[in-house]
């Protein structure tokens, strides 16, 4: 009796408000890449890399102290997502856009535009208590390698990024 188990295609895990949290949180998600066979390639580099960014941003700016944000990924063979939940105030913001935010591009913002550039879409939505921010990539099984781009839409929730043509390779 062969019988093939697939991977559960969501996966999610809270984790503490301390800095070791994040290679926590990058090295598990590593863990759900590899189940997916996505890891230790191009896109999954650039998942793990946008997994940091993410839930730096949510430690630094997003989780009061004594609260715990949630990571969250999904792969349903054709879209990977990672999502960020905390419980903090406020909305992230792109470095190129950190005036509007009574902040100057020199106090952050970089850490998103990384994510912009390296995922197919991203966005901001509003929860209850907080916010999650979220990427994704179109990853359909035996494509991997797939490169797109898209710009952002903040604060329509779970919503949708407008495509945009490609960028040049990586």
């Not at 996505?38 to 998942?47: F, K, P, S």
């Not at 949510?58 to 997502?81: E, I, M, S, T």
């Not at 939940?85 to 591009?105: K, L, V």
Request: with cysteine; glycine share 12%; aromatic share 8%.
């Amino acid at each position: 009796m062969n019988e093939t188990i697939q991977p559960r295609p969501l996966r999610e895990r809270f984790f503490r408000r301390e800095r070791r949290s994040v290679p926590a949180a990058r090295k598990l998600a590593y863990e759900f890449l590899a189940d997916w066979g996505l890891a230790d390639t191009e896109r999954g580099d650039d998942v793990l890399l946008c997994v940091s960014e993410l839930v730096t941003n949510a430690l630094v700016h997003g989780v009061p102290p004594g609260r715990q944000f949630l990571l969250f990924l999904r792969y349903d063979g054709k879209v990977l997502r990672v999502a960020v939940h905390d419980s903090g105030p406020g909305e992230p913001f792109i470095a190129e856009r950190a005036e509007h935010a009574g902040e100057s591009a020199d106090e952050g913002g970089r850490g998103l535009l990384l994510v912009a550039a390296l995922s197919d879409k991203w966005g901001v939505g509003e929860r209850e208590l907080g916010k999650v921010v979220w990427c994704e990539w179109d990853l359909p099984i035996g494509a991997v390698g797939a490169v797109g781009a898209v710009d952002v839409v903040v604060g329509e929730g779970f919503g949708s990024a407008r495509p945009r043509s490609p960028s040049p390779a990586r």
